[in-house]
């Protein structure tokens, strides 16, 4: 099984970026879905999640509002859009996905500074 996050990059604060995790090796429709960042010497944050289906979607505070969480099982992907970025927005985003047991990408950098 593998996760494979990909769109991290430099942004200017109030910017946008959209984050994608395309999933291969097992049943991706039937997993649910999250996104965690971590700062280096902190713990890793859960940032949001989606269900199965789609149709269920849940947010950390810090990010409500500005962050939407997607899928598509079509193409085995979930998404993070990301908008009106803070510097407190910078960290490694990690994709993760939970089917029976937990599977984690590589993580992609994320960094918000003018």
């Known amino acids: 099984a593998q996760l494979v996050e990909s769109g991290g990059g430099l942004v200017q604060p109030g910017g946008s970026l959209t984050l994608s995790c395309a999933a291969s090796?097992?049943?991706?429709?039937?997993?649910?879905m999250k996104w965690y960042r971590q700062i280096p010497g902190k713990e890793r944050e859960f940032i949001a999640s989606?269900?199965?289906?789609?149709?269920?979607?849940q947010y950390a505070d810090s990010v409500k509002g500005r962050f939407t969480i997607s899928r598509d099982n079509g193409k085995n992907t979930v998404y993070l859009q990301m908008t009106s970025l803070k510097p407190e927005d910078t960290a490694v985003y990690y994709c993760n996905a939970i089917l029976f047991r937990n599977y984690w990408g590589q993580g992609t950098q994320v960094i918000v500074s003018s």
């Open positions: 090796g097992f049943t991706f429709s039937n997993a649910y």
């Open positions: 989606i269900n199965s289906s789609g149709g269920g979607t």
